[in-house]
């Protein structure tokens, strides 16, 4: 809460390809992630939200995400990830802007801005078909939900 009475604003931190659990989401995954994501995290209009994936994934991902989000983009082996902790590098910062910070992957590369950033903000976690690390569980005192992507959108959006 701000001394205004208002909620404080949240930086949403998030690696579609971790939520699908694919490295090149479709279209229809990449929605659907979104969706639930935006649903489950709370994600209120004045929040900042980063995404983050691969240049093969960019495309899609870049339909997908909400208006007025900023789209991160790394080649490499978890170069999503790579690009989303650049963002995440002045922790004093977003310490003193965001009263939340949500992280949408469960992959423990985050655990130790997670652990940084919990002691002056609130952290949360938010993860989809990837895995969630427990280093990362122990960073933010097991404040995580889980999505779930629907069946028709993991087989690429086709109905099997």
């Given at each position: 809460m701000r001394a205004n009475g208002g909620q404080a604003r949240a930086l949403h931190v998030v690696d579609i390809e971790n939520l699908?659990?694919?490295?090149?989401?479709t279209a229809a995954q990449a929605e659907q992630a979104m969706q639930a994501?935006?649903?489950v995290a709370l994600v209120a209009d004045r929040d900042h939200m980063i995404v983050g994936c691969s240049?093969?994934?960019a495309r899609w991902v870049g339909w997908a995400r909400p208006a007025g989000s900023r789209l991160v983009v790394r080649?490499?082996?978890?170069?999503?990830?790579?690009?989303?902790?650049?963002?995440l590098s002045d922790r004093e910062h977003i310490a003193a802007r965001y009263g939340r910070v949500v992280i949408g992957s469960g992959d423990g590369i985050f655990a130790e801005s997670a652990a940084y950033l919990a002691a002056s903000c609130e952290v949360?976690?938010?993860?989809?078909a990837g895995a969630l690390s427990r280093k990362l569980l122990m960073a933010v005192g097991h404040r995580v939900a889980a999505i779930e992507i629907g069946a028709s959108a993991l087989n690429g959006g086709v109905v099997a």
């Open positions: 699908v659990g694919a490295a090149y989401p994501y935006a649903a240049p093969m994934a080649h490499g082996k978890d170069g999503a990830d790579l690009a989303l902790l650049e963002e949360q976690v938010v993860f989809g």
